[in-house]
């Protein structure tokens, strides 16, 4: 099932980009527009899951949990697992994170996105050396 997506994910992904949340908008602010050198996709359906924000070259989810996340382990596995098995590295930030930390955040995503391009150069980004776009911290 590689990089497809059923029908019922790709209308639950639908809903989730109209309802989202706080923390989803005031992430997705700093990824859109290929800010960061990528172009990511919001509430993006793979298979029967939907990342909150997805990257696909160089492969990389970026989830936004919330205290819900403590009670579903079990199944936050299963699915990292599934896009694991896709190609996909996953990042995992605390819901509040992009209101505390709003540029650490971002920093921390265009370093794995450097990581990714150095191990794997994907041809829609500058060579390496060039880097992935970052942003200083305050």
């Known amino acids: 099932m590689q990089n497809q997506s059923t029908p019922n994910a790709q209308q639950n992904a639908r809903t989730l980009r109209r309802g ?14 290929e800010q960061l050198g990528v172009k ?5 359906p793979l298979g029967n899951y939907i990342a909150d924000f997805a990257c696909l070259g160089p492969k990389l989810i970026v989830e936004l949990d919330g205290s819900q996340h403590q009670a579903q382990a079990d199944y936050d596995a299963r699915r990292d697992t599934f896009l694991r098995a896709q190609g996909f ?3 995992r930030f605390g819901s509040n994170d992009p209101f505390v930390n709003f540029e650490g955040v971002l920093q921390a995503i265009a370093n794995r996105l450097g990581e990714l391009t150095a191990v794997c150069p994907h041809p829609n980004l500058p060579p390496e050396g060039e880097g992935v776009k970052s942003r200083s911290l305050p």
């Open 20 to 33: 989202m949340t706080d923390s989803e908008r005031k992430l997705w602010s700093g990824l859109r527009g």
């Open 89 to 91: 590295d996953v990042l």
């Open 40 to 44: 990511f996709r919001r509430q993006h």
